[in-house]
């Protein structure tokens, strides 16, 4: 699967909003969002006509670079989420925030999804008690996330103690001196504060 490897503040900028993933860089001065508000390239600064179609295609596009996912997961979280009862594009938000890569970044181990993605995949965690290093494994309610024993006294997971802020979301509950955090309910649509119209991502896989 092929992953994109360039500055990812180009991905802001192609978006039009900031996407939050350089971690402390999005909330300071140097953000390139804030002092290049357009998108990048010769042609950037240019007016285009948007269609339906390209509405929908930057949605969706906004979605798998919030996540940093690519566009077979993206379509596979799709599948599911149509396969389950509800709302189709409440079921796909749901399924991504429930991935562990973004648990453990809402739990505030992580400035970003890209290292709490990191993280998880050079084992740092435990899940209910067994290591894991599958950053898309999707948790439930009642699920355990901790960091390892043998990781604690690194000096990432130090640094990130000694900066962790709480857990931003409020279907997890973080202990800090236990360093684990556990998931007490599913997220809902209004735990999500991401500004994303699932609507227009389930027209387009609807074609």
Not at 152 to 162: A, D, F, Q, T
Not at 179 to 204: M, Q
Request: with cysteine; hydrophobic share 30%; net charge positive.
């Amino acid at each position: 699967m092929s992953r994109y490897t360039g500055p990812v503040c180009r991905l802001c900028r192609r978006e039009g909003m900031k996407l939050y993933l350089k971690g402390d860089k999005c909330y300071s001065d140097k953000c390139p969002v804030s002092k290049r508000n357009y998108a990048p390239g010769q042609h950037g600064r240019s007016r285009k006509k948007v269609t339906e179609y390209g509405l929908q295609l930057r949605e969706k596009q906004k979605v798998r670079r919030f996540y940093g996912i690519g566009e077979s997961q993206m379509r596979k979280y799709f599948n599911m989420a149509d396969r389950m009862q509800g709302i189709t594009g409440e079921n796909l938000l749901h399924l991504l925030e429930s991935r562990l890569d973004n648990v453990v970044y809402r739990m505030g181990f992580g400035s970003s999804r890209a290292e709490a993605r990191q993280l998880v995949t050079h084992g740092h965690f435990t899940l209910n008690g067994k290591n894991v290093n599958i950053p898309s494994m999707i948790v439930t309610a009642g699920d355990v996330i901790e960091v390892r024993e043998k990781s604690r006294k690194g000096e990432k997971i130090k640094s990130l103690v000694e900066d962790h802020s709480g857990s931003t979301v409020p279907w997890v509950n973080v202990d800090l001196e236990q360093l684990k955090g556990t998931i007490v309910a599913e997220p809902t649509r209004e735990d999500i504060d991401i500004p994303i119209e699932e609507h227009l991502i389930v027209e387009l896989y609807s074609k």
